[in-house]
């Protein structure tokens, strides 16, 4: 078949995509035990060839500037497509022996997904000590296809590009300096060293107890992220009306949101991580979570309805390019770290859970905790990151840095086997990080032009609907220009850290 104009391949991705995700959705939120990702995949093989890159390689060189973007992201939406068509088969083994895995804990048979996430409910810190090893353990046996994945993932997404550098060649995608934004955030994260100190430990011995090891292992991280002392607090049946309340006074009714479809059951196959899956925004975007109890399940969910609102919020006119392709994830990860921080302010916790003063203020500065540790905890992963891709060929040799990073930021061990399972595509750990930058410049920026009170208030709602009819059409850095800040100013977010402490 001839390869098809720009316009014609955008409407075929937009069905290719959708059917992808709506099978996606299906896998993770355990309604079917397998994938089925390499029929979709080889329906659409017309789709994905080097004759449609190219083609649409000169499109895009003959582009105009209003639409030299657009074809941009056409193009690499074909690079990817490529990749996939070519590992669909490896990746759907992947995931269904993975999905397949069982662990065997006190005479009962879990799931391997089940036991990851029981990890944060299991209240006996030796018990979690031993399902964590044995939960561990079973993830590690998969290194050597996450190995040979990446490898062939990386070896054709080089010969494609035509740059057979990954740091650079995402570097460039995402259009930033990856090593600049390690360095500010180095930086950032130096200057809250010592206050960090003195935070971890407070929490740390209150949620893990006397008992605790002085680091103990990265295991009760989720049962720590769930502030299980607070629990009855924060309780599992009362995280949706919270929620939907919190939303609804910035001016957002989620449950008759239309266009999203909400997934709060629980199912033994579900992933316990929390997402949005935008099938085709702003039609259909799903919001899935996996509630537990605790104030995890509330900042998850928060978090989530930040993706779901932007990308339902889109204004249906635009190109489908600019509602469902970015060249990265930064930009809506912004709305989700903003509205998860609904959670650190103390008014929060004291309007919705009848708690005093000193209560909320002690249960916020718990918030604020657990958002320090992740930033430490995604910071190192960059660092980490830039030296294994940059010499990617020997990546087992960079286990023991990635252990000897996480553990140094965080104060927690980490098992050098996890060096692969905790790493996802396309340097993630950078938009993670450009997020953290952005959200507390926003922050900074609502305070000063709405008020302290900007979270519960329905200004902060209509500014947010009008970057979410954008799309993902403007860049992390994009925003910082509109609200006055450098993209690399990290003295908001030090500040909030800071006062964390």
């Not at 609502?446 to 860049?475: N, Y």
Request: proline share 4%; with cysteine; net charge negative.
């Amino acid at each position: 078949m001839a390869a098809l104009t720009a316009l014609q391949f955008e409407e075929r991705l937009n069905r290719y995509l959708y059917e992808r995700a709506e099978e996606a959705r299906a896998v993770r939120v355990g309604e079917k035990e397998t994938s089925e990702q390499a029929e979709i995949v080889a329906r659409y093989a017309d789709l994905f060839t080097r004759e449609q890159h190219e083609c649409l390689r000169e499109e895009e060189d003959a582009a105009v500037d209003g639409e030299a973007e657009r074809l941009y992201r056409l193009r690499e939406a074909c690079l990817g497509g490529i990749v996939v068509a070519d590992l669909a088969e490896r990746m759907d083994r992947f995931e269904n022996e993975f999905l397949a895995a069982r662990v065997e804990f006190h005479g009962e048979s879990l799931p391997l997904r089940s036991a990851q996430a029981m990890l944060a409910i299991l209240d006996d810190y030796g018990d979690r000590e031993e399902l964590g090893d044995l939960a561990a353990d079973a993830s590690a046996g998969f290194n050597d296809d996450r190995q040979e994945l990446l490898a062939a993932g990386e070896a054709l997404d080089a010969e494609l590009s035509g740059d057979p550098d990954p740091v650079g060649r995402s570097a460039r995608r995402k259009a930033i300096d990856l090593h600049a934004l390690a360095d500010a955030l180095g930086r950032a994260a130096r200057e809250q060293d010592e206050s960090y100190g003195s935070l971890r430990e407070r929490w740390v011995e209150r949620i893990l107890g006397d008992g605790r090891e002085a680091e103990p292992a990265s295991y009760h991280v989720s049962y720590l992220r769930r502030l299980s002392p607070l629990a009855d607090t924060y309780t599992k049946e009362r995280s949706v009306p919270v929620c939907l309340e919190s939303l609804s006074r910035l001016g957002f009714d989620l449950a008759s949101e239309e266009h999203i479809r909400l997934d709060l059951d629980d199912r033994p196959q579900k992933n316990p991580r929390a997402c949005v899956i935008a099938s085709d925004p702003p039609n259909v975007v799903h919001l899935i979570t996996r509630a537990q109890g605790g104030l995890h399940d509330y900042q998850g969910l928060l978090h989530e309805a930040g993706h779901a609102l932007h990308y339902a919020g889109v204004d249906p006119a635009l190109p489908y390019t600019f509602r469902r392709l970015s060249r990265d994830h930064a930009l809506t990860e912004i709305y989700s770290f903003l509205l998860e921080s609904v959670s650190r302010e103390p008014g929060w916790h004291a309007e919705h859970f009848d708690l005093s003063a000193s209560e909320a203020e002690e249960n916020a500065e718990a918030t604020r905790f657990l958002d320090v540790i992740l930033f430490r905890r995604y910071a190192a992963k960059l660092d980490y990151e830039l030296e294994l891709w940059a010499d990617f060929e020997h990546a087992p040799d960079y286990a023991p840095k990635y252990a000897e990073r996480l553990r140094a930021a965080t104060g927690f061990r980490y098992r050098p086997d996890g060096y692969l399972a905790d790493m996802d595509d396309g340097f993630y750990s950078a938009d993670y990080l450009r997020a953290w930058i952005r959200a507390a410049q926003l922050r900074a920026y609502l305070r000063e032009t709405i008020g302290s009170d900007w979270w519960e208030r329905r200004e902060t709602g209509d500014f947010l609907r009008g970057l979410f009819a954008e799309g993902t059409r403007p860049s992390s850095e994009d925003v910082a220009a509109r609200i006055g800040f450098e993209p690399l100013d990290t003295r908001p977010l030090v500040q909030e850290q800071l006062a964390a402490s």
